[in-house]
Nanobody
Framework: QLQLVESGGGLVQPGGSLRLSCAAS????????IAWFRQAPGKPREGVSC????????YYADSVKGRFTISRDNAKNTVYLQMNSLKPEDTAVYYC???????????????????????????WGRGTQVTVSS
């Protein structure tokens, strides 16, 4: 079984930065990609970014492109989300999730919607709160 633990959330002013971490433990050989999702009160969970374990291919939601950067350290089994130029609308609980199946990472389907489908992920962390407010 794979366990995921998020850290790094907090309160930050608009325009500020935070770096989230997602540490994997347990059966760390059992995932092919890790994604970040977020959920604001009253809104559905949405995909923010994703990175594949082997090749480091990255995907981003349009709302965070150019501001957020996802990266991985396979030796530490940790995925990071560097968030810059934060906006109040980035306020949410951020979750990381792992996909235990290999996907067609270069397909139009995966690039446009596959990576952000919550059903594709079978291990989830408990989340970390990010609040952007002055």
């Amino acid at each position: 079984q794979l366990q995921l633990v998020e850290s790094g959330g907090g309160l930050v002013q608009p325009g500020g930065s935070l770096r989230l971490s997602c540490a994997a433990s347990g059966r760390t050989s059992d995932y092919y990609a890790i994604a970040w999702f977020r959920q604001a009160p009253g809104k559905p969970r949405e995909g923010v970014s994703c990175i594949t374990k082997t090749d480091g291919i990255t995907y981003y939601a349009d709302s965070v492109k150019g501001r957020f950067t996802i990266s991985r350290d396979n030796a530490k089994n940790t995925v990071y989300l560097q968030m810059n130029s934060l906006k109040p609308e980035d306020t949410a609980v951020y979750y990381c999730a792992a996909d235990s199946l290999r996907r067609p990472y270069s397909s139009k389907w995966y690039i446009s919607e596959g990576w952000r489908t919550t059903r594709a992920y079978d291990s989830w962390g408990r989340g970390t709160q990010v609040t952007v407010s002055s």
